[in-house]
């Protein structure tokens, strides 16, 4: 009883204390007064011989965000936010017991029309590892939710314990919220993690590691005057509150501190950039305080290590993505280095206070010895390019557009081939199989910058397999034929015949795309591992929770 009662004290700790405030204006916050936090390591519960076992509770919690900024209220995993990161190792099982320990009421203006939230509880969970090569039952289905203690459980909850058994080369993932229709909330809320798969190749490589390697988790955030998360009800004549179609905060926040530094040591550190905000894309580079520019390099993709370390002076991330780099501060002993940003707002500004992310403050002396015996470019892994030409049999070609359409509130919606994630399946690949998918995004304003709407870059997610970018190619919008060229690949005219080479970062193993507006982006996917129900979706989590996503069933192979 007196158990019971303290929980439910917490609870009504749960809620922020006057979600009327006015929004906190960004300048008001200082830049750079608080150390970066570095994600605790979670311990398992117990380890078996080729397992290890964890529970993690999901609960809310009070968060700090900034010196200046109240508490927060945040959901976290075991209270934390980021969650506690997991470190696993290839061909070694870890099991997690996800457990809902939240509120019934969310603290964040839960939107009730969208499709899945009608007669469901308003704080539901379940967890996917992203990028993850898992079973459907330990995937997370966005309807695999439930409540606090397993209460109440969404039509495809099956079981509590999720088993990840880490078959596929190291790499950075990460864990997130994924329920239907109130990811953007409970994500922005703080239900994110990392997730750091390693293997044996990658220890024998002489990479940083320990204290030298550092994940960084990067999210655009809004807080109320309180130091409160700000989630904008956006009220419409036909919902209220309702979802909106993006969301961009006015700072920017990495391990859950806005706008941090850290002090580094003169010489090499290893940095696993995630882009975990809700809509927001982002063009990161690194400028010294007399405004030269220093290289990353790029070591790996979203699904692993690239062949061989590359100099990149500037590289896009868009929500989910992640890049590992390595940066060299071995020669900037006494300088400051600020990881920035390049993007316009919505109208076309500059986005002056994110235009700055943290700063790395390189101290004069290493701990240790500085020469960290590291030789760039360093041969990484070998990486066998796709070519679909080469394939036999020839892949099967899946063409799809970005639609929008009208939801049943009359508010627009945004679509793939003018499907909503309650359509029947239409991709069932089958099992070893190699796939060619052509995303056409035909929103697109000529001229105008990316990023500006309606030039809206699209971030697609496959969950379950890793894929290769092959090429965009630009068309022309204005004729473009939407059912023809699903149909038959007719019905498009090309601006240009050749197509452009994906960027530099994105070559490697990718499980989320960028599909830009006015392109085709091409991707080759093959579909293998396990067989049944996954989905795939757009990452921006506004769209994802307004259903553009779509079910996807990898099939038992057809034998003729
Ligand atoms: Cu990171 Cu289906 O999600
Ligand atoms: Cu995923
Ligand atoms: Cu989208």
């Not at 700090?64 to 927060?72: I, N, P, S, V, Y």
């Not at 290893?270 to 520019?293: I, P, Q, V, Y």
Request: proline share 8%.
């Amino acid at each position: 009883m007196l158990n019971g009662h303290k929980r439910r004290d917490k609870r009504n700790d749960c809620y922020p204390s006057n979600a009327n405030l006015a929004v906190r204006p960004p300048g008001t916050i200082p830049k750079f007064v608080d150390e970066l936090p570095i994600p605790k390591v979670l311990k398992p519960v117990s380890r078996g011989g080729d397992y290890d076992y964890y529970e993690v509770e999901m609960k809310c919690a009070r968060h700090k965000f900034h010196r200046d900024l109240g508490e927060a209220v945040v959901y976290g995993y075991n209270g934390m936010y980021p969650g506690p990161t997991i470190e696993a190792m290839k061909g070694r099982t870890v099991m997690v017991k996800w457990i809902n320990n939240l509120p019934l009421k969310h603290f964040l203006p839960v939107d009730k029309t969208l499709d899945s939230a009608i007669d469901s509880p308003e704080v539901r969970t379940v967890v996917h590892l992203h990028g993850a090569n898992v079973a459907p039952d330990s995937d997370g289905h966005p309807d695999a939710w439930f409540t606090r203690n397993y209460g109440i459980r969404g039509p495809k909850y099956s079981r509590q314990v999720y088993e990840y058994p880490n078959q596929q080369q190291a790499t950075t993932l990460w864990y997130h919220d994924h329920a239907m229709g109130v990811t953007r909330l409970n994500l922005y809320a703080g239900l994110a993690g990392f997730y750091l798969l390693h293997d044996f190749h990658e220890q024998c490589l002489n990479l940083p590691k320990g204290k030298y390697d550092i994940p960084l988790m990067i999210q655009d955030k809004t807080f109320r005057e309180d130091g409160s998360l700000f989630y904008p009800p956006n009220p419409t004549p036909s919902a209220n509150p309702s979802v909106v179609r993006a969301f961009i905060g006015n700072t920017m926040v990495v391990n859950g501190k806005v706008w941090p530094y850290l002090n580094v040591e003169p010489r090499k550190y290893r940095f696993r950039m995630l882009n975990a905000s809700n809509t927001n894309g982002f063009t990161f580079k690194l400028k010294d305080e007399d405004s030269n520019l220093h290289p990353f390099w790029q070591i790996g993709t979203d699904g692993g290590m690239i062949e061989e370390s590359k100099p990149i002076e500037k590289f896009p991330l868009d929500p989910a993505e992640r890049l590992d780099v390595i940066i060299d501060f071995s020669n900037l002993a006494g300088k400051t280095i600020t990881l920035r940003t390049e993007e316009l707002d919505l109208a076309g500004n500059r986005e002056t206070f994110k235009e700055e992310v943290m700063q790395f403050r390189v101290g004069h002396k290493c701990k240790g010895v500085c020469d960290d015996d590291i030789v760039l470019p360093m041969k990484l892994r070998a990486f066998e390019e796709l070519d679909p030409d080469m394939l036999d049999p020839k892949p099967k070609v899946r063409r799809f557009v970005m639609t929008e359409d009208l939801d049943k509130q009359g508010r627009l919606m945004l679509t793939i081939n003018h499907k909503d994630f309650r359509d029947p399946a239409t991709e069932l690949p089958e099992y070893d199989s190699i796939e060619v998918w052509e995303l056409a995004n035909p929103v697109f304003v000529p001229g105008r910058p990316l990023g500006i709407p309606p030039n809206i870059t699209h971030p697609i997610h496959l969950h379950l397999a890793q894929f290769q970018v092959l090429n965009r190619q630009e068309f022309n919008v204005n004729n473009f034929n939407t059912k023809q060229w699903i149909q038959d690949g007719t019905g498009i005219q090309f601006v240009s015949e050749e197509a452009e080479a994906p960027d530099p970062s994105e070559l490697g193993w990718k499980d989320t795309v960028r599909v830009e507006p006015g392109k085709v982006t091409r991707i080759v996917v093959p579909f293998k591992n396990y067989t049944g129900e996954y989905v795939w979706h757009c990452h921006i989590l506004e769209h994802e929770d307004h259903e553009m996503m779509r079910p996807l069933i990898i099939v038992e192979r057809n034998c003729e």
